[in-house]
Structures are given as C-alpha cells and as structure tokens.
C-alpha cells in the first residue's frame, strides 16, 4: 500500500505532515531523538522494527460473543486495511507481519447489559528480547447503525507489536476497552486506528497498569459530519515500568465532537509515564467542538510524568477547541482532613488516588469492567501506598 504524507512531502513540522504508510520500509529505525519517540526507551523495542522476524500471533480467545460475528479472516479481506495507514515502524511491522486478521463484526442491535459485552482474552507469547517477538491485528466494525462492545483483556507474558484497526459505519456506536495486565516484564506496543463516519459514535479506552513497557498510539480520523468521539484512559505505573500513550484525533469533518480525558498515577522509583494528545481540526472542519485533560499524581520520588497536549487549528469556525495539562502531588489539605478524622496516613492516602480516578472510572459505562478496575486500583495502592509513603517521607 501506498506511503504518504497527510498534507504533501516535507519535515513534519505539522502533526498532519507525519509520515505513514503500510510499508515498514518507508521509516527509519527510530533512534529517539524523532519527535513522536523521543519518551520512548527505543532500546527495547529492536526486535520489533523487522516484519521478518516477527511471528504472526493470532492468540486471541473469545469469552463471550456478546452479539458481535467473530472469525479470523486473511489479510486480503476487504474489512482489512480501510483505517488510516500506520505511522510508526513498530505499526507498520506489526501489520505487515501479521498473517491474518481477528475480526469482530457487529451489524444490528447488540444484546443489552452484560450480554452485550464481547469479551475477548489477548495473549502475546514469551517476552524477553532474547524470545521470538510477536505481532497481531485485530479488526473491529460496526456497520451503519450498529451498536456494541467489545473489552480486551491482556495477559501474560509478551514481546509483542500490535496493530488494531476500527471502522464505524454511519450512525454506529461503538465501545472498545482494553486492558493491559502483561506479565511484569512484558513489552507491547500497539497502534489503534479508527475511522469515524457521520454521526457514528466511539468510546475508546485504554488502561495500563501492567508489562514493563506498554505504547498505546490511537489515532482517531473523525471523516463523517456529526461524528462523536470520547478517549478515556488510566495508567497506574509501577516501580520501573514504562506506560506511554500518544493519541492523534483527526477532525476532518464539520460538527464533529471529540472529548480525551487521561489519568495516571506514578507508584514507584522509576516509574515513568508518557502522554502526548494531538489534536488537528482541518479546514473544513467548521464546527469543530474538542478538549483534551491530562491529569498525573506523583506518589513517590524518583517517577515521572511528561505530559505534551498539542492542539493545531486550520479554520477559525469552530465551537471550541482547548487542553489542560497537570501533574502534582497529594493534596496535602485533603490528607489532613482525613488524617484530622482518625484515618492513618496511608489508607488517607488510598481514598485520595481513589477519589483521583472514580469520576473517569465512571465513565466507562460497563459495570463490570468498572468493578475490575477499582478492584485493580485497590489491590495496587494496598500493595504500594505504605511503600510510597515511606518513600516519600511526608
């Protein structure tokens, strides 16, 4: 497939300007200096660039259908390869390399409450660099007025580039989570790529809390007028762990809606997080109404939070368009009022993280995976706010 630049050939000063293409050929060997890398520990992903020594991973289960047409399909399919093209190297091995495609279908009514959830369990093989590194696609569509979920849960150990493409057809609404669990010393990285069309509707969230290195990329193209995106996200990272997600929303219709809200809490010495919202409203976007929040708690010394919003405006007829960014500390007002009412310091400091992310939880919209995650939450902060508490000598 063809490889192109988004707005012609030159440096990409521009987000739009950002090389991409099906061919890993067309990209360099990242050496992280490049813009879109530069957060990235680059070293550990090598055997991830070459499609040729990348297995073709198809470990995929399905728990629950949940009203969605599931099958694995080759690479020719014509459900394949209709999002935007890849715009990394690790995307473009990940996609080249993988021999078939994981298809999920929805195309009517999906069941209601939990038996319309597809659940499926997404395994990545051994990890290591010294193991034979993976790569898988998994395909997503809903058709025109079609409606559904779908929750990935990942598991296990993993060396693995990933690629996930999802395609709404007009007027579908489409919820896709994914949940990163990996082993502790895990690498996965993964591009999500989505095309909207009019007035269709996708709620994508990611959540990280495991692995040693976890990249998300969404890239979202909103091509239908009246088309609604909302970008949930949350990261709890660990003692030397590495969470990174860099997100592009591509408004290139008029009235389209986009909405990205991160979260993250750093845990541990050496815990580092990454995330970088590019936002591009195109001139014939008129009507354009976006935000983007980013939001950090820092629990101990030696973590740390990089956060770049980026927001690039070609037409002055929108509705809105604006980002905030921030990372701190506990409130130590909100500690002292707990601590005031008998609670010790560190259950104090739990019912604050806690409190940091309930509202995003809430938006989720699935009370299962809901309860998992504060579930997740708890059980991590009951393992590490004593430690954080030591550490950070407050």
Same mark, same amino acid.
């Given at each position: ?5 988004q ?20 990209f ?5 200096r490049?813009e879109e890398?530069r957060f990235t ?5 090598s ?5 040729s ?7 995929v289960?399905v ?11 080759p690479k020719d399919?014509?459900s ?5 093209a890849p ?17 999920v ?12 959830v597809?659940?499926?369990?997404? &395994?990545?093989?051994?990890?290591g660099?010294?193991a ?8 997503i569509e809903?058709?025109?007025g079609? &409606?559904?979920t ?5 598991v296990?150990?993993?060396y ?6 999802i395609v709404?057809?007009?007027g579908?609404?489409l919820t896709?989570?994914?949940?990163h669990?990996w082993?502790?010393?895990?690498v996965h990285?993964?591009?999500? &790529?989505a095309?909207l069309?009019k007035?269709?509707h996708?709620?994508?969230?990611t959540?990280?809390?495991?692995g ?13 007028p009246?088309?609604?995106l909302?970008l ?12 990174e997600?860099q997100?592009f929303v ?8 986009s909405?990205?809200t991160y979260?993250?809490?750093l845990?541990?010495e050496?815990a ?5 919202g ?8 008129h ?5 983007e ?5 820092v629990l101990t010394?030696?973590?740390?939070a ?9 037409t ?8 905030a960014?921030?990372?701190g500390r506990?409130d ?6 707990l ?6 310091e ?5 019912l604050?993280?806690h ?5 995003l ?19 991590k902060?009951?393992?590490r706010t004593?430690a954080?508490t030591t550490?950070?000598g407050a």
């Amino acid at each position: 497939m063809a490889t192109f630049h988004q707005h012609g050939d030159g440096p990409a000063a521009s987000r739009a300007l950002r090389l991409a293409s099906f061919d890993p050929a067309a990209f360099e060997v990242p050496t992280g200096r490049e813009e879109e890398w530069r957060f990235t520990p680059v070293a550990q992903l090598s055997g991830l660039f070459d499609p040729s020594g990348l297995v073709s991973d198809a470990a995929v289960t399905v728990d629950q259908a949940g009203g969605a047409t599931i099958a694995v399909v080759p690479k020719d399919h014509p459900s394949v390869g209709t999002t935007p093209a890849p715009g990394d190297k690790v995307a473009a091995a990940a996609w080249q390399a993988a021999g078939q495609a994981f298809l999920v279908t929805f195309d009517g009514e999906a069941p209601s409450g939990e038996a319309g959830v597809t659940r499926l369990t997404a &395994r990545g093989g051994p990890a290591g660099q010294e193991a034979a590194p993976s790569a898988g696609l998994i395909v997503i569509e809903a058709k025109p007025g079609a &409606r559904g979920t779908v929750v990935i849960d990942h598991v296990g150990p993993a060396y693995r580039a990933g690629t996930m493409e999802i395609v709404l057809g007009e007027g579908a609404d489409l919820t896709v989570v994914t949940l990163h669990q990996w082993a502790p010393d895990a690498v996965h990285v993964t591009s999500h &790529r989505a095309r909207l069309a009019k007035d269709a509707h996708l709620k994508h969230v990611t959540i990280s809390t495991g692995g040693a290195l976890v990249r998300i990329t969404p890239h979202v193209a909103l091509e239908g007028p009246g088309a609604n995106l909302e970008l949930l996200g949350l990261n709890l990272t660990d003692t030397g762990q590495h969470h990174e997600a860099q997100l592009f929303v591509d408004h290139a219709a008029p009235n389209c809606t986009s909405r990205a809200t991160y979260k993250g809490a750093l845990l541990g010495e050496g815990a580092h997080s990454v995330w970088i919202g590019d936002v591009l409203i195109r001139g014939g976007a008129h009507g354009t109404d976006t935000y983007e929040l980013n939001r950090n708690l820092v629990l101990t010394k030696g973590a740390q939070a990089d956060s770049v919003p980026n927001l690039e405006i070609e037409t002055g007829n929108i509705q809105g368009a604006g980002h905030a960014s921030a990372t701190g500390r506990f409130d130590d007002e909100q500690l002292f009022y707990l601590q005031s009412r008998g609670i010790p310091e560190a259950e104090a400091r739990s019912l604050v993280v806690h409190a940091f992310f309930a509202e995003l939880i809430g938006r989720i919209g699935q009370p299962a995976v809901e309860a998992k995650l504060i579930e997740l939450v708890d059980a991590k902060l009951a393992a590490r706010t004593g430690a954080a508490t030591t550490e950070m000598g407050a």
